[in-house]
Nanobody
């Protein structure tokens, strides 16, 4: 089992940057595929980016390609989401999620563990 804690959210102007972090407990973090999701008010939760256990495979939602970068540091049990060129439509609560598998996971239902979320607000 793994526990996830996100941090790094906040208020930023359009065009700005934020770096989200997700710290995981447990000694087998390197065996987990990780994902970043977001949920805006009255909208479904959507996958923004995902990364395989070793970091060799990644996935990005089309609208964030070229602006967001997912990465992980298995020595620090942490996954990151670097968000650049932020837009008002990126405003949402961002969640990290984990699944005990070495494969890339690109479906919402494929994750077993979730963090509590961190708010990202982009002003125009």
């Amino acid at each position: 089992q793994v526990q996830l804690v996100e941090s790094g959210g906040g208020l930023v102007q359009a065009g700005g940057s934020l770096r989200l972090s997700c710290a995981a407990s447990g000694r087998t973090f390197s065996s987990y595929a990780m994902g970043w999701f977001r949920q805006a008010p009255e909208k479904d939760r959507e996958l923004v980016a995902a990364i395989s256990w070793g970091g060799g495979d990644t996935y990005y939602k089309e609208s964030v390609k070229g602006r967001f970068t997912i990465s992980r540091d298995n020595a620090k049990n942490t996954v990151y989401l670097q968000m650049n060129s932020l837009k008002p439509e990126d405003t949402a609560v961002y969640y990290c999620a984990a699944r005990y598998t070495r494969m890339l996971v690109t479906t919402t239902g494929g994750y077993d563990y979730w963090g509590q979320g961190t708010q990202v607000t982009v002003s125009s």
